[in-house]
Antibody, heavy 122, light 108 residues
Framework: EVQLVESGGGLVQPGGSLRLSCAAS????????MSWVRQAPGKGLEWVAF????????YYADSVKGRFTISRDNAKNSLYLQMGSLRAEDTALYYC???????????????WGQGTMVTVSS | DIQMTQSPSSLSASVGDRVTITCRAS??????LNWYQHKPGKAPKLLIY???TLQSGVPSRFSGSGSGTDFTLTITSLQPEDFATYYC??????????FGGGTKVEIK
């Protein structure tokens, strides 16, 4: 079955760190670009970070730049998000998502995990 | 950075109604506009890409239009399963695929 399964969420104190993982299955993971997207409670969707299939190209949203690190291990079919210097505003449900180019041109998020919840609170 | 603005942020409608949601980009994004449907507890689902192309399996009561900076998502004859939050997303400035703020469609 083609799926993404996130793990690693939990309660962490402000200033703390957390590492999220995403296990991919049912497709050739290394062939796909991946991203993390989050949704704070009662808020909309926010793109967080992107990584190319090889891991060589990485982008971050300004809101997490310098604090979060996206990485992947293609041998383990896994995507990661290392989060540091966490703030209350990082509290959100974090989704692992697959990116594809439909019609060879139009990038979309076509496969989403169910999300893992991160709560930053003292 | 490209900013995406949706309106309204919420609306109430009845089954059978025609619903229109608008999305405006802060700069010209040509046809690089996606629409997603998001229900509580579920993963978001792609409805439309390239502003007006229906993703496979999506009912034909959903349609998208627009280009440049102004876009619309229309649901003709709203069904009970359509009550959800809808997001637009630009894919012009890839891979920084920014979303709009969302429009929650509620039952009147």
């Amino acid at each position: 079955e083609v799926q993404l399964v996130e793990s690693g969420g939990g309660l962490v104190q402000p200033g703390g760190s957390l590492r999220l993982s995403c296990a991919a299955s049912g497709f050739t993971f290394s062939s796909y670009e991946m991203s993390w997207v989050r949704q704070a409670p009662g808020k909309g969707l926010e793109w967080v970070a992107f990584i190319s299939g090889s891991g060589e190209t990485i982008y971050y949203a300004d809101s997490v730049k310098g604090r979060f690190t996206i990485s992947r291990d293609n041998a383990k079919n896994s995507l990661y998000l290392q989060m540091g210097s966490l703030r209350a505003e990082d509290t959100a449900l974090y989704y692992c998502v697959r990116l594809i180019a439909l019609a060879g041109l139009y990038d979309v998020f076509d496969l989403w995990g169910q999300g893992t919840m991160v709560t930053v609170s003292s | 950075d490209i900013q995406m603005t949706q309106s309204p942020s919420s609306l109430s409608a009845s089954v059978g109604d025609r619903v229109t949601i608008t999305c405006r980009a802060s700069q010209n994004i040509n046809f690089y506009l996606n629409w997603y449907q998001h229900k509580p507890g579920k993963a978001p689902k792609l409805l439309i890409y390239a502003a007006s192309t229906l993703q496979s399996g999506v009912p034909s009561r959903f349609s998208g239009s627009g280009s440049g900076t102004d876009f619309t998502l229309t649901i003709t004859s709203l069904q009970p399963e359509d009550f959800a939050t809808y997001y637009c997303q630009q894919s012009y400035s890839t891979p920084e695929l920014a979303f709009g703020g969302g429009t929650k469609v509620e039952i009147k």
